[in-house]
């Protein structure tokens, strides 16, 4: 019994340090995967819910696109760029919850530019290129 305890254990080392050298410069796991998986979940369990055949392989095939795509993410070795679509998820989710401003993007550079929210049309001035433009707010 212990001898079988022991080989086990060797056996999981052994396994997780496979595992550890597989993933070793990929890019692993993040909030925007978990994010599109969640999604890909929700999705595939409305595509069981639901009984219109058009509508379920729709469901279906987007549900398993997301989880390509998760998989693809994990298993990325361009962490760089996994990193920044997850800024960029995080920024939009920030976004999103946040009522009290609004967020444009500067028409010349692209700066993110952010303004209280119900001040009417008001002229901004990007503060990196000192662009002007109008926006309602
Ligand atoms: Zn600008």
Redesign the pocket.
């Known amino acids: 019994m212990n001898g079988f305890s022991y080989r086990l254990r060797q056996w999981g080392a052994k396994l997780g340090g496979a595992l550890r050298r597989f993933m070793q410069g990929r890019y692993g796991t993040d909030k925007l995967n978990m994010f599109l998986l969640g999604l890909g979940l929700a999705l595939s369990v409305l595509a069981m819910l639901l009984s219109f055949p058009a509508l379920d392989l729709l469901l279906t095939v987007a549900a398993y696109t997301l989880m390509g795509i998760v998989i693809f993410r994990t298993l990325s070795r361009n962490t760089y760029k996994r990193y920044r679509e997850n800024l960029r998820y995080l920024q939009l989710v920030q976004q999103l919850r946040d009522r009290q401003h609004r967020y444009y993007n500067?028409p010349?550079?692209r700066?993110q530019v952010r303004v209280p929210r119900g001040k009417g049309k008001i002229a901004i001035s990007?503060p990196?290129?000192k662009?002007k433009f109008i926006r309602k707010t």
Do not use: A, D, G
Request: proline share 0%.
């Open positions: 500067c010349r550079c700066q990007c990196k290129c662009e």
